[in-house]
């Protein structure tokens, strides 16, 4: 058991090192009118509130992250390019659904940089699903899209009208948002005829963003698809919010309550290694340490930890800096002068036993 939730705890760390890059000052919002329309089939959702986040100092890195990102990053080329859609003034919510390739051992062990979204294996997604709400009226782009391509027809989906062409779908999905389909035609043939069939995403999606306080700034929702030997856990859900401090929250739905019992336990232990690791103050990663909070509820795991925006900042820049100097090595560079952490206040006294999470 210690085998496997050793490989589940290197999988969350992944999985929240990759979203604390998106997170710091992204505000609440409530995804789930938008999520309740989107077609099923599909087991990894991504969700972003774009609004009032465009003056964040964090924004832009976040976006580039984003754009690097080999699922994420064509879906904001097609609204782009395609819908003639500005991601950084126009967009105010945006859902992304695709399928993940098999989780395995290689990946759990942490084989990939979660840093580095090119060392992601994405061979096997068919293609991705995005939805769009903002400053835009839906008639307009679907009429744009048919006036910048030759090859562009007509769709509809039950009542709703879309657009087709050689790349990508088009199908409104309220007077300001729209759905875009990429990848290859069969794929999208069957979202569409899941969408017609009123085959919506799973309420194990939707029910999430209850349990993680339904007011996440950036969601990340995955239901693993695991190869070979199932795994510890059967579902995993992350948000990152804003209030007087960043909170990043998770809930894990274990295989049975047994698991999730233990598997609070090992976490808790965990993290008193980890208050008297140099090595985790030494990155940044003292406050996160010292703040995590987890509790059990049958068989669902909730994991909580909170910084300020100075703390945030710090750890920002340290892994910013880690993922250069990873990057230099690789191209056989000479090795960067050692992370040094930046001088900084003494944080506020925080109790042993952690912060008291808070998922509602």
Known sequence: MKTNLSMLMRSALTFGVSALVLLTTLPAFAMGDLLETLPGGHDAVMAVDFDETRDSPFFRAALGWMRSHPAVGPALSAVEETLQIEVQTDLDELVILSDTPPLNLAMLSGGANPMDPSSLDLSSVRGSVLAARGDFEAGKVLEGVRARNSDAAALSVGERAGVRTAQIDVVTLAPNAVLVLTGERAYRDEVLA????GERLGARFVGALAKLGEAPGVVMMIQPNYEGEAG????AALSVRLKSRVLASMVMTMRDDERARVSAQEIA??????LSNPLVAMFGLGPAAQNLAVRQQAAD????????????KILFDQVMRIVKTSGELEQGASPAA??????????APVPEDGVEADFN
Not at 232 to 235: I, Y
Not at 305 to 311: I, Q
Request: net charge negative.
């Open 301 to 312: 795991l909730f994991v909580s930890t909170s910084m300020t925006n100075d703390e945030a």
């Open 269 to 274: 232990s965990a993290r008193q290694q980890a």
């Open 194 to 197: 899941r969408l017609e069939r």
């Open 338 to 347: 050692p992370v040094v952490p930046p001088t900084q206040a003494a944080p």
């Open 232 to 235: 510890d856990a059967s579902f």
